[in-house]
Nanobody
Framework: QVQLEESGGGLVQAGDSLRLSCRAS????????MGWFRQAPGKEREFVAA????????YYADNVKGRFTISRDNANNTLYLQMNSLEPEDTAVYSC?????????????????WGQGTRVTVST
């Protein structure tokens, strides 16, 4: 079982950048497909990005493609989300999640393990 803890959120202005980190505990981080999801106030959780076990393939939601980059460091059990050109619409709580087995990459229900989230607020 893996435990996940996010960090790196904060208050920034539109156009700024942030890098989120997700630290995983446990010896088998590379066994998990990892994803980032976000939930804005009053909205449902939505897929942001995902990366396969060895980092070979990445997937993005259309509204972050070209601005966000997901990556992982399996040697250090850490997942990252580099967010550039942030927009007020990116304001949300961002959570990392881990999945094993065959998954629908953008479906939250495919992911078994979740962190508690880190808040990102983008002001105009």
């Amino acid at each position: 079982q893996v435990q996940l803890e996010e960090s790196g959120g904060g208050l920034v202005q539109a156009g700024d950048s942030l890098r989120l980190s997700c630290r995983a505990s446990g010896p088998t981080f590379s066994n998990y497909i990892m994803g980032w999801f976000r939930q804005a106030p009053g909205k449902e959780r939505e897929f942001v990005a995902a990366v396969t076990r060895l980092g070979t393939n990445t997937y993005y939601a259309d509204n972050v493609k070209g601005r966000f980059t997901i990556s992982r460091d399996n040697a250090n059990n850490t997942l990252y989300l580099q967010m550039n050109s942030l927009e007020p619409e990116d304001t949300a709580v961002y959570s990392c999640a881990g999945a094993t087995g065959a998954v629908r990459i953008a479906a939250p229900q495919s992911y078994t393990y979740w962190g508690q989230g880190t808040r990102v607020t983008v002001s105009t």
